[in-house]
């Protein structure tokens, strides 16, 4: 969608009357947000929120019920592989360790994606335009 995409004045993550329910119930209902290329933004609130629900929609790993959003100006509903290739995501869940930062969780992942694409890439599997 958006390979011209850049980030100075940009936003980064687009959600609009974003809504996932479960059995009936909303887990999340309308969510709006504008987060700007750029900045640090935390998603907090108590257990039961709908944070990972969020996370989950924006990183495509659930469809939402309602609504819509764009990350990098991909959009998850149209563009779910442009939306995975211009993000990366290391859940909390997966560490070994608790000690780690975040920088350190996140190499593991991101080894393995490097290992796969050169794989692909030496399979021409992916094309490198």
């Known amino acids: ?11 980064a993550v687009i959600t609009e009357n974003l809504t996932r329910e479960f059995n009936g119930k ?6 709006n947000l504008k987060i700007s290329a750029g900045t640090v933004f935390g998603l907090l609130g108590p257990n039961g ?5 969020t996370i989950k929609m924006l ?3 659930l469809s939402p019920t309602r609504g819509t959003a764009s990350v990098a100006g991909h959009s998850i509903l149209n563009d779910p592989v442009g939306v995975r290739k211009s993000m990366g995501y290391v859940s909390q869940m997966l560490s ?10 996140q190499l593991p992942s991101q080894c393995y994606i490097n290992l796969q ?7 021409q599997l992916v094309s490198t335009r």
Do not use: C, H, I
């Not at 969608?1 to 936003?11: D, H, R, V």
């Not at 909303?26 to 969510?31: D, I, Y």
């Not at 929120?49 to 629900?53: D, F, I, L, N, R």
């Open 96 to 105: 070994a360790d608790g000690a780690l930062t975040g920088f350190e969780n």
């Open 59 to 61: 990183t495509t790993m």
């Open 26 to 31: 909303a887990a999340v209902e309308s969510l």
């Open 117 to 123: 694409y050169s794989f692909l890439m030496n399979q």
């Open 1 to 11: 969608m958006n390979s011209e995409w850049s980030t100075e004045s940009k936003l």
């Open 49 to 53: 929120a709908g944070k990972s629900t």
